[in-house]
């Protein structure tokens, strides 16, 4: 609930810019200006770590509608979710900093699409994310990628991720959810 306003105002928006400029190309940047309000602040009076990835979300969702995979996910059954990501900060937002968030898938690999989120302030990147998501059936399962991409249109259109992002990947990964995940600190 900590973003859903602001969710869901990005989803107007993007359905409003969407019928008025047309389909954003799967390949594109995504942009939306966003402020940094008093509850995305903390204690030292910036931007809380945290909430940067929560309002990266909001990217995706501008994101999938805009490019109709929101409007694809609802036909055929399926749903995201974020597997893993990675945030790098390089400068603090203020309050009532102003900022653009900008958003891009960057490639795939057999299992997941991977996006980019970037906060951005006249230009200069103040944070950024790489963002590994899958797409899962309400039935259960995955959506193969190959099955994604066609639904897509990006069979050709985005790249094999580069070896350093498989690397991360399997390194953060937890086990399947068909196996034990105990909790041992020794």
Same mark, same amino acid.
Not at 22 to 37: H, K, S
Not at 54 to 73: C, K
Not at 106 to 129: F, K
């Given at each position: 609930?900590?973003?859903?306003?602001?969710?869901?105002?990005?989803?107007?928006?993007?359905?409003?810019?969407?019928?008025?400029?047309?389909?954003?190309?799967?390949?594109?940047?995504?942009?939306?200006?966003?402020?940094?309000?008093?509850?995305?602040?903390?204690?030292?009076?910036?931007?809380?770590?945290?909430?940067?990835? *929560?309002?990266?979300?909001?990217?995706?969702?501008?994101?999938?509608?805009?490019?109709?995979?929101?409007?694809?996910?609802?036909?055929?059954?399926?749903?995201?979710?974020?597997?893993?990501?990675?945030?790098?900060?390089?400068?603090?937002?203020?309050?009532?900093?102003?900022?653009?968030?900008?958003?891009?898938?960057?490639?795939?690999?057999?299992?997941?699409?991977?996006?980019?989120?970037?906060?951005?302030?006249?230009?200069?990147?103040?944070?950024?994310?790489?963002?590994?998501?899958?797409?899962?059936?309400? *039935?259960?399962?995955?959506?193969?990628?190959?099955?994604?991409?066609?639904?897509?249109?990006?069979?050709?259109?985005?790249?094999?991720?580069?070896?350093?992002?498989?690397?991360?990947?399997?390194?953060?990964?937890?086990?399947?959810?068909?196996?034990?995940?105990?909790?041992?600190?020794?």
């Amino acid at each position: 609930m900590n973003v859903i306003w602001r969710t869901l105002l990005v989803m107007l928006q993007a359905r409003r810019r969407r019928r008025r400029q047309g389909r954003l190309a799967p390949t594109a940047v995504g942009r939306i200006r966003l402020t940094t309000l008093p509850t995305d602040i903390d204690v030292l009076r910036h931007m809380n770590n945290g909430r940067y990835l *929560s309002l990266f979300d909001l990217g995706r969702w501008d994101l999938m509608v805009r490019t109709d995979l929101a409007e694809i996910m609802r036909a055929k059954g399926w749903y995201p979710v974020v597997a893993s990501e990675t945030v790098t900060f390089r400068k603090s937002l203020n309050l009532w900093q102003r900022f653009e968030l900008q958003s891009r898938w960057v490639g795939h690999d057999d299992r997941a699409l991977y996006l980019e989120h970037r906060a951005v302030v006249r230009g200069e990147i103040y944070a950024s994310a790489i963002i590994r998501g899958r797409i899962l059936r309400r *039935s259960g399962g995955t959506v193969p990628m190959d099955e994604l991409l066609e639904a897509l249109g990006l069979e050709d259109a985005l790249p094999e991720m580069p070896a350093w992002t498989h690397e991360w990947a399997s390194n953060v990964a937890l086990p399947s959810t068909r196996r034990p995940a105990p909790s041992d600190w020794d």
